[in-house]
């Protein structure tokens, strides 16, 4: 079954058996009879502010991919006066979303810490504001050594001390040639942009 209102929904996305319907219909995205509701937000909803964090220079944004994908790079959250970095998972992809230095694990580390450079720079951040990342590798038998020896070395160049917190996580990623993505999280003091 297809939704009725065309452009509401994304054209991809298509119900595709009776619980995925009753399941919109609870969220209320459906109607009883399959039209697109509108969403309503409450007159009395503030949500926090925050922004959309990018470095189109070198990395491209996950909505122009070929095939798109529905997150940003990374978020800015206000707190308190303090700015709070959700970076998204990344890897190593270039501004037009390939996957770069396919098969070669450290390369890939490497541009992906690049990557992740660049986010923090568009913000006025570096990896010394860095206080968690969770990095995920495809196998971690094979790699977490050399990934270790790449993340002792980085983080020893710039001279981060305290370490960030990290987890490190085996995990099947989003493409076959990709070996590794890390997700970051960082706090900026009041009054830095």
């Known amino acids: 079954m297809v939704c009725k209102a065309p452009g509401a929904l994304p054209r991809s996305v298509e119900v595709r ?10 969220l209320g995205v459906l109607s009883e009879d399959g039209l697109v509701l509108p969403f309503m937000l409450s007159s009395r909803y503030e949500p926090v502010p925050r922004r959309a964090i990018e470095a189109k220079s070198i990395l ?12 940003s790079r990374g978020l ?18 270039d501004e037009n979303g390939n996957t770069i230095h396919p098969g070669d694990f450290r ?18 951040a570096s990896w010394h504001d860095v206080v968690r990342t969770t990095c995920y590798l495809r196998d971690i038998e094979r790699d977490y050594r ?3 020896e ?10 981060l001390d305290p370490l960030p917190a990290s987890t490190g996580i085996q ?6 040639d990709l070996l590794v993505e890390i997700e970051a999280i960082a706090v900026l003091k009041p009054g830095r942009d």
Request: hydrophobic letters at 35%; a positive charge; glycine letters at 8%.
């Open 60 to 71: 491209n944004e996950a909505y122009d991919y070929p095939r798109p994908s529905s997150f």
């Open 171 to 176: 995990a099947r990623l989003c493409r076959e």
């Open 17 to 26: 058996s009776e619980g995925e319907r009753k399941e919109l219909i609870a």
């Open 150 to 159: 790449i993340r002792t070395a980085f983080f020893a160049w710039l001279r």
């Open 107 to 124: 390369a890939q580390c490497w541009r992906t810490y690049r990557n992740i450079t660049e986010l923090l720079k568009s913000e006025g």
């Open 146 to 148: 050399d990934f270790n």
């Open 76 to 93: 800015r959250i206000e707190l308190g006066g303090y700015g709070l970095l959700l970076i998204s998972g990344t890897a190593s992809v």
